[in-house]
């Protein structure tokens, strides 16, 4: 089950597409943009217990997640005629996932912890 619904990205976002284009894209971003961020204990986590995570995903992650589908929609489905608007939503993006990466750091989730990326002659190590 997605943390999001098509729906809900449209109306955050104010998107104008088919909710059947967005499934996918959804799908994908919550592994490319929200497991990175939250972890993966974490986002198994929230459809056990989603009363402790009802602030986190409705104030950070729902917003982040919903721009960033935006965002990865409008990179699929348009040229550069639309390129200010692209690096508007990018912008959101980036404010949006620090929100959320702030909000994690608070300490108050259990099961997030904070990942710490190790660096070796310039490359980042998994």
Not at 51 to 63: A, C, G, M, Q, T
Not at 85 to 109: F, P, Q, S
């Amino acid at each position: 089950m997605s943390i999001i619904t098509p729906k809900e990205v449209k109306d955050l976002t104010a998107l104008n597409c088919l909710d059947n284009d967005l499934h996918e894209i959804i799908s994908s971003a919550e592994v490319k943009a929200i497991i990175p961020v939250i972890t993966k204990p974490v986002l198994d986590d929230i459809p056990v217990n989603p009363i402790i995570y009802d602030v986190l995903v409705r104030v950070y992650i729902k917003p982040y997640l919903a721009y960033y589908v935006k965002l990865q929609y409008y990179t699929q489905n348009f040229s550069e005629t639309i390129v200010v608007e692209m690096k508007e939503v990018a912008e959101i993006v980036e404010a949006k996932r620090k929100l959320l990466v702030n909000h994690l750091a608070t300490g108050i989730y259990p099961l997030y912890v904070v990942l710490k990326k190790k660096q070796i002659s310039g490359f980042l190590i998994k």
